[in-house]
């Protein structure tokens, strides 16, 4: 099985732009979730999607929001970039409560 | 709000000699402890996972122990060796469909030949 992969693997971009990040989960896997890395803070929980449907959200402003497709992928977007938002953003998926398979980033960079 | 706290960003054990790693909770509706590890520039990797119907799952060299009561669990490793040095995150997940997985801020092992 291939596993989750995620684009762009590094991205670059300046303030007020906006980004759209991409997941492609495992196949069969209906449950994906976005993740925020950044030094001294793990990975904090942007949001989970289960069948095209947004099921748990965690605690980030608006800007950031996210959509699955029917064949599961799902995207991240980001609007109105600011310094902060640089970081690592990993995907991950899982069948249903099993352990999560996670993709290998893509790396943010804010100038 | 952290509900999955790793409070010792890093720990450095000698080669063959035990790790451990902790890991405290907030939540009581989490049922379900795991642990990632992870390498730089790679996304993290699944290690071992214990339910809270259990106290202690083992997994080869890797032991994990839960203690619900003090809502705290650990990660033991043994014997430890060069290739664990990674960074080890703790994950925990609740009960019914809102699942989500919370993480801790993550320990960075370094295991010294």
């Known amino acids: 099985k291939a596993g989750v992969t995620q684009t762009p693997r590094y991205l670059i971009k300046t303030r007020g732009q906006q980004v759209t990040l991409s997941c492609s989960p495992i196949s069969g896997h209906r449950s994906v979730s976005w993740y925020q890395q950044t030094p001294g803070q793990g990975l904090q929980f942007l949001f989970e999607?289960?069948?095209?449907?947004?099921?748990n959200k965690g605690n980030f402003p608006g800007r950031f929001s996210g959509r699955q497709f029917s064949n599961s992928r799902s995207e991240m977007n980001v609007s109105t970039l600011e310094l902060g938002d640089s970081a690592l953003y990993l995907c991950a998926s899982r069948a249903d409560r099993d352990e999560q398979y996670f993709g290998p980033g893509t790396r943010l960079t804010v100038t | 709000d952290q509900q999955v706290k790793q409070n010792s960003p890093s720990l450095s054990v000698q080669e063959g000699r035990i790790s451990i790693l902790n890991c405290d909770y907030t939540?009581?509706?989490?049922?379900?402890f795991l642990w990632y590890k992870k390498y730089p520039a790679e996304g993290p990797t699944f290690l071992i996972s214990?339910?809270?119907?259990?106290d202690k799952n083992e997994d080869g060299r890797f032991t994990v122990f839960l203690n619900k009561s003090a809502k705290h669990l650990s990660l033991h490793i043994v014997p430890s060796q060069p290739g664990d040095s990674a960074v080890y995150f703790c994950?925990?997940?609740?009960?019914?469909?809102?699942?989500?997985?919370?993480f801790g801020a993550g320990t960075r092992l370094t295991v010294k030949p």
């Open positions: 214990i339910s809270s119907i259990k």
């Open positions: 999607y289960f069948s095209e449907t947004q099921r």
């Open positions: 939540n009581s509706m989490f049922d379900y």
């Open positions: 994950a925990a997940s609740g009960a019914g469909n809102n699942n989500d997985m919370r």
